[in-house]
């Protein structure tokens, strides 16, 4: 009976893991990259960090810690567990829309990426898609460009 | 004092001075709201237009900014928790969980009376301070600045987190990412890996913006519905039950002035450390609190009250000294030397009726934008009703503007993306993301302090015991670790041992 408890306690590892990882690569990386003066203070604070570290996976593992998956720290809300596929499509169409940013510039890929993300993430009707991303990347322009004198990133593609 | 005071609201009140305030205090509001960009921002555009104004009324206009900035930020860190302002992410904790519950309109009507009597409580306290200004500041040297970051990293890391242990490990990761870039202390770049983005360290607004605006909207995205759980419920109408609200918390106003006014007065910790440090010594004096977080009015009111005391705080090093308490003092200097007025004590003695002035227009800024925000609560407080799959997309894209607008730099576009998604992560994995963002803040003075502290005492670690000050607030941070670690430590184990029972 206890072994379903037992695998959600292991997966609920795997972002310490992930952790653990970064705080060890950051430690080691700093030790050898850095010299002694300037890196006294980072590896200290990696080094606690990695105590602490530590100490939570332990209290997961072997404390009353396996079910926090659904809590939410901040908000006091719940966060009930996506499909993986929903959650890895949103952060892609983020990714997505930065890399537009980057390559074509904000005033191409703003309207780009709101019709994409409201049309197919959103399941709203393209008419509804439209609108928004041309009112929207409208505004932008107007406050940003017109109003404020910023000259919006044009994309490494035509700066 | 009673004079100059009269002369300086007479200059203020005067029709084309108040033009400008009322300018200034719209470009606060809107600058406040749109997450990214905010007072710095806002100041350092108005910097070389308030040239060839006169003194009165480029005062007028920047003090009207900086009162505004407050009340704008909160706005958009209620309504979608993405803090317009890095003071105004404390208002997400418990502004937004109320905006979701449809109560949106209370906590615009806690945060427009808090707001003002925060500034009201700073600006009295800097009138009775300016004459021993001096004395105060001198108080704190580096290992006193070093303990007061140690201190805001564990009061936040205590606070934000159900765990403890979770919360320091944010903490400690946020610290290390603080280090990334020049060591302004033994020179030398850290952690870039060639990237020359990286040399001014990870830039605070992106990551704001990334932690807390972006990794909403991404969950907002998946999923789907409305910042209010039910639109049904949304009252747009309860404006004055947080006005009351917040008057029937009174003490909670005073203790979030006072916090607001002395952690603004300490220059380079900032404002977002002040709101940050009022929420959680509100939440630790409260009989419940554990409830923080699901929508506590008192959540809101203790921030907003430090976030606008702070202002008048951060004016007395910067008026005494030239150090600017804050990046926004920073560019505010910039103005008063554009000016022709040179900050340090004789400021007070050449410029007395401009600088009381000036704390007027921050004072009646603040209500300004008050009126403004209760007046137009009702449309403000729609945007919760709007649908999570239309307003998530229009958030980030405005969001993604606003952050490359700050320095016009296309990596920090890319970096706030990297750290929404990382934000959203937290949020998924329950990690605590606000002592990761105060300690990412904290990091150079802590470290800066802890440094020079050892050079001042030849390595010698008795330095932070060395004044009265660091006294205090070394027996504070252990008090406050021993007060949640003891707890938790029983808690733990307990449940640990219930666990093995058959």
């Known amino acids: 009976m206890s072994r379903p408890v037992k695998d959600k306690q292991t997966i609920s590892l795997l972002p310490s893991i992930v952790i653990f990882a970064f705080i060890v690569s950051y430690i080691v990386s700093g030790y050898f990259m850095l010299d002694e003066s300037t890196r006294l203070v980072p590896l200290l604070a990696g080094i606690v960090t990695l105590v602490l570290l530590i100490l939570d996976m332990l209290m997961t593992r072997f404390g009353a810690g396996g079910d926090r998956e659904t809590e939410q720290a901040e908000g006091g809300g719940v966060i009930v567990p996506e499909s993986r596929g929903r959650e890895l499509t949103a952060i892609l169409f983020v990714a997505g829309g930065v890399a537009g940013i980057y390559l074509v510039g904000f005033l191409i890929s703003i309207p780009l990426y709101l019709f994409a993300s409201i049309a197919y993430l959103g399941n709203q009707s393209t008419k509804i898609a439209l609108i928004v991303a041309l009112v929207a990347s409208l505004l932008i322009y107007l406050l940003f460009e017109v109003a404020l004198d910023y000259q919006l990133f044009p994309g490494v593609l035509f700066s | ?502």
């Not at chain 2, 945007?383 to 920090?412: E, F, H, M, R």
């Open chain 2, 1 to 502: 004092m009673l004079d100059l005071l009269l002369q300086a609201a007479a200059g203020l009140l005067s029709p084309g001075t108040l033009i400008f305030l009322f300018a200034g205090v719209l470009v606060g509001l809107v600058f406040g709201v749109i997450p990214g960009l905010g007072g710095t921002t806002a100041l350092a555009l108005l910097l070389p237009l308030t040239y060839g104004m006169e003194v009165t009324h480029a005062f007028a206009m920047a003090g009207g900014i900086m009162g505004a900035i407050a009340m704008g930020g909160s706005i958009s860190a209620i309504l979608l928790n993405a803090p317009g302002t890095g003071p105004s992410a404390a208002t997400c904790i418990d502004g937004h969980p109320l905006a979701k519950q449809g109560r949106a309109a209370d906590a615009i009507g806690a945060v427009a009376t808090a707001s003002p009597l925060g500034g009201l409580f700073g600006v009295l306290t800097l009138l009775l301070v300016l004459p021993v200004a001096r004395d105060i500041v001198l108080l704190f040297g580096p290992p006193e600045f070093f303990l007061v970051a140690v201190f805001g990293i564990v009061t936040v890391a205590i606070s934000s987190a159900k765990n403890l242990l979770r919360g320091l490990v944010a903490g400690g990761i946020g610290l290390m990412l603080s280090f990334v870039g020049y060591d302004t202390v033994h020179g030398g770049v850290r952690y870039t890996f060639g990237s020359d983005y990286l040399w001014d360290g990870i830039p605070l607004i992106p990551s704001l913006v990334g932690l807390f605006g972006m990794a909403e909207m991404i969950r907002l995205s998946i999923e789907g519905g409305t910042v209010a759980a039910d639109a049904k419920t949304v009252k747009l109408d309860g404006v004055w039950s947080g006005v009351r609200a917040t008057l029937r918390h009174w003490k909670v106003v005073i203790r979030g002035s006072i916090i607001g006014t002395l952690i603004g007065a300490i220059p380079g910790v900032g404002g977002t450390v002040a709101t940050f440090i009022a929420y959680s010594t509100t939440k630790k004096a409260d009989r419940d609190p554990d409830s923080f977080g699901t929508g506590r009015i008192e959540g809101i009111i203790a921030p907003e009250s430090a976030n606008n005391a702070k202002d008048s705080g951060a004016l007395l090093p910067t008026l005494a000294f030239g150090i600017p308490g804050s990046a926004e003092m920073a560019v505010f200097l910039g103005i008063l030397m554009l000016h022709g007025m040179q900050p340090g004590p004789a400021i007070f003695a050449d410029h007395q009726d401009k600088i009381y002035g000036l704390i007027l227009a921050l004072t009646l800024s603040a209500v300004l934008a008050s009126f403004i925000g209760i007046t137009f609560v009702r449309w403000l407080a729609a945007i919760t009703l709007i649908k999570g799959q239309i307003l998530a997309p229009v958030v980030i894209a405005v969001s993604l503007v606003g952050v490359y607008a700050i320095n016009l730099t296309p990596g920090d576009v890319v970096l706030a993306a990297v750290i929404g998604v990382l934000g959203y992560l937290m949020l998924r994995f329950d990690y605590p993301r606000l002592p990761l963002v105060i300690a990412l803040i904290l990091g150079e003075t802590a470290e800066r302090g802890f440094q020079q502290s050892m050079m001042i005492g030849n390595g010698d670690l008795s330095i932070f015991v060395h004044s009265v000050t660091s006294i205090i607030l070394v027996v504070l941070i252990f008090l406050s670790l021993s007060w949640s670690f003891v707890p938790m430590l029983r808690k733990k184990f307990a449940a640990s041992i219930a666990g093995e029972v058959p």
